[in-house]
Structure formats: C-alpha cells, structure tokens
C-alpha cells in the first residue's frame, strides 16, 4: 500500500542546531507540503511544493527550508533551530487539483530546548 | 485571505448524543470543503468532504453539508460514540488560492459513557 512516512517521530535539540526533518511518500503525488501544530492554532503552512525543483513559502515559513530533488521527499530543515519551534510538524502529499484529500504522515515531534 | 473558523473546544457530550461542531469558511472563490479528524497520537485523516454547493459529504454517521448561501460547512452525528473522541478539524482548498488546505483551529471533543 501507498503511504507517507515522516522521520524521526520524536526529536529533542538545543538552540542553533540544524535541525531536518524526512518525509518520504510513496504515492508519487507532485504536491507536498509541511505543515506545523500548535494548540489554538491548528495546522499552519510552512512550506509546499508541486514538483521537482518546485518549492513555496507558507505562511510561517521564517526559519525554514526545503529541497525538492525528486518526486517521493520533501525534507524540512531548520537552520538554526529556536524555542519557537518546538511543535509537531506534519507532512502530507495529494493529486493535482483542489478537490482531492491531502494525505498525512504520523507528525514528527520537535522540542527545542 | 481565505480563512476557515470553527466552534471553540472542548466539546463534551455524552454517549448517543447529537454533535453539531459548527464551521464558517471566507473564500473569495468555490472552494472545496473538508473535514479531518485527528485521534489521539496520530495525523490527521480524510473524515468527509463536499466539493460544490449543496453537496453533502458523509462517512461514519458524520455529515456536513455545503452552504453556499451562510458559507458554512457544520458536522453533525446523530449519536456519537466514546470513540469518537479525537480533534475535528475544518479545511478548504481551493485552485485560487493554490491548492493548499487552510485549516480552521480544530475542535476537541470529548464524549463521556
């Protein structure tokens, strides 16, 4: 069966570290993104991409990045990792189009100390 | 922008009773309208969706219909079950806004047996 996994689940760093983030699918979907969790918040934009070589900012994508090199992985990487960033991190794929389901990881929870 | 609110948690019913979590979207064109559910300690997966006015999607005992007219996408259940427990969350996607799912903040709900 088709899925998405995200890696490591759990993750614990200090401030300044860099920090990725793997997200590995295999329903060789075009569109990907990484969404973050934050209570009262729900899930937020941080980056997206609808191809290889394509990448986007969201919405609270400051202090983030990510490559595109080919279709099944879309890392996260945090340059310089801050206390605002401790928060669960969601990775999902869909189809093209704006009437299909995105597909989600399992989270990866990120605490930075 | 495109923006999607949602009744405020917890919500906490007793076993068998009626859920209504109420949902409002602000789009500027038609989107298509989702609700996901997360369970304790997992991502978030496809509840129900509806695509155009009017529509209804269903799955599980959950329904929402799409209201142009209040632009407003409510889940109900006629009689919700301890396992039903989890966070409910309102999306939209819509190709003017490039196909990424705007979430509302999530709705925690608890039922009680």
């Known amino acids: 069966d088709a899925e998405i996994t995200q890696s490591p689940r759990h993750k614990i760093t200090e401030t300044g570290r860099q920090v990725t983030l793997a997200c590995h699918q295999t329903?060789?979907?075009?569109?990907m993104f990484w969404y973050r969790q934050d209570l009262g918040h729900g899930l937020r934009l941080i980056h997206y991409?609808?191809?290889?070589?394509?990448?986007n900012k969201g919405e609270v994508s400051d202090g983030y990045s990510v490559s595109r090199s080919n279709t099944e992985d879309l890392p996260l990487t945090l340059e310089s990792a801050a206390s605002s960033q401790t928060s669960v991190y969601f990775c999902?794929?869909?189809?093209?189009?704006?009437?299909?389901?995105?597909?989600f990881g399992e989270g990866s929870r990120l605490t930075v100390l | 922008g495109d923006s999607v609110t949602q009744m405020e948690g917890p919500v906490t019913l007793s076993e068998e009773a009626f859920l209504t979590i109420n949902c409002t979207y602000t789009?500027?064109?038609?989107?298509?309208l989702f609700w996901y559910v997360q369970y304790p300690g997992e991502g978030l997966q496809l509840l129900l969706k509806?695509?155009?006015?009017?529509d209804k999607g269903s799955n599980k005992g959950f329904e929402a219909t799409y209201r142009k007219e209040t632009t407003s996408f409510h889940l109900e259940k006629g009689s919700v079950q301890v396992s039903d427990s989890a966070v409910y969350f309102c999306?939209?996607?819509?190709?003017?806004?490039?196909?990424?799912?705007?979430f509302g903040a999530g709705t925690i709900l608890r039922v009680k047996s």
């Open positions: 999902a794929s869909s189809e093209e189009g704006y009437t299909g389901e995105l597909f």
């Open positions: 329903w060789n979907h075009n569109n």
């Open positions: 991409s609808y191809g290889v070589q394509d990448t």
């Open positions: 789009a500027t064109g038609y989107p298509s």
């Open positions: 509806a695509t155009k006015a009017d």
């Open positions: 999306a939209l996607r819509q190709a003017e806004y490039g196909n990424k799912l705007v």
